[in-house]
């Protein structure tokens, strides 16, 4: 139980495209939606945190105009990356937590972008 | 400030036991979670402790102390595959998830 699915897993584009991904409970319900970046080597940093029908709350220091982040049903969150440039080249995670503060957050595979 | 404390890495050999150890201090503290991540690839989820003890899953354990805002996390019968980072991470007082940087271990036959 408690699978994520994300997709696409792979995203290679051209500076100033817009690229989303999406993010899906497969056999639960995802109250709280949670999307992270990381670069080599470094640790997850979360950007935002998605409460189904309500606005995402984002961490300090990631532009909400830059990432936007759609969480519309109980099972499906979409972060899109508008307009992206070279630096913006990471691996997207999301994780996913059924309802219950204390749950596990369960991670989708993962999304690498890559920015040319 | 919230700190979670981790060895950056560790090595250790193919069929026997290692201990990654978890230090914290944070803002209230609502349960620790322990994940595994390998390279290139999401966390998966191994273990959660809110109580004083040790949690045992099959060849993983895992152990929490409040009073001591420690925790560690011990692997039995090492296989290669279990080469990988290992993330502590604990829920504060609002519930946010608070990451350490990771662990990785490194196996060796």
């Known amino acids: 139980g408690a699978v994520v699915s994300q997709h696409p897993s792979w995203v290679i584009c051209k500076s100033g495209t817009s690229v989303k991904i999406e993010c899906r409970s497969l056999?639960?319900?995802?109250?709280?939606m949670f999307w992270y970046r990381q670069f080599p080597k470094q640790s997850l940093m979360l950007m935002a945190t998605s409460n189904e029908g309500s606005k995402a709350t984002y961490e300090q220091g990631v532009e909400k105009d830059k990432f936007l982040i759609n969480h519309a049903s109980l099972t499906l969150s979409t972060l899109t990356v508008t307009s992206a440039h070279p630096e913006d080249s990471s691996f997207y995670i999301c994780s996913a937590r059924g309802s219950g503060d204390s749950q596990p957050q369960h991670f989708g595979d993962g999304t690498r972008l890559s920015i040319l | 400030g919230q700190n979670i404390d981790q060895p950056t890495e560790m090595t250790a050999t193919e069929g026997a036991i290692v201990q990654i150890n978890c230090t914290y201090q944070?803002?209230?503290?609502?349960?620790l979670f322990w994940y595994q991540q390998h390279a290139g690839e999401a966390p998966t989820f191994l273990s959660y402790?809110?109580l004083d003890g040790l949690e045992e899953k099959g060849r993983f354990s895992s152990f929490l102390s409040r009073s001591k805002g420690y925790s560690y996390l011990l692997l039995k019968e090492l296989q290669m595959k279990d080469s990988a980072s290992y993330l502590c991470a604990v829920l504060d007082s609002n519930y946010q998830l608070i990451w350490g940087a990771g662990t990785k271990l490194i196996i060796k036959p």
């Open positions: 402790n809110v």
């Open positions: 944070t803002s209230g503290f609502n349960g």
């Open positions: 056999d639960f319900q995802a109250t709280t």
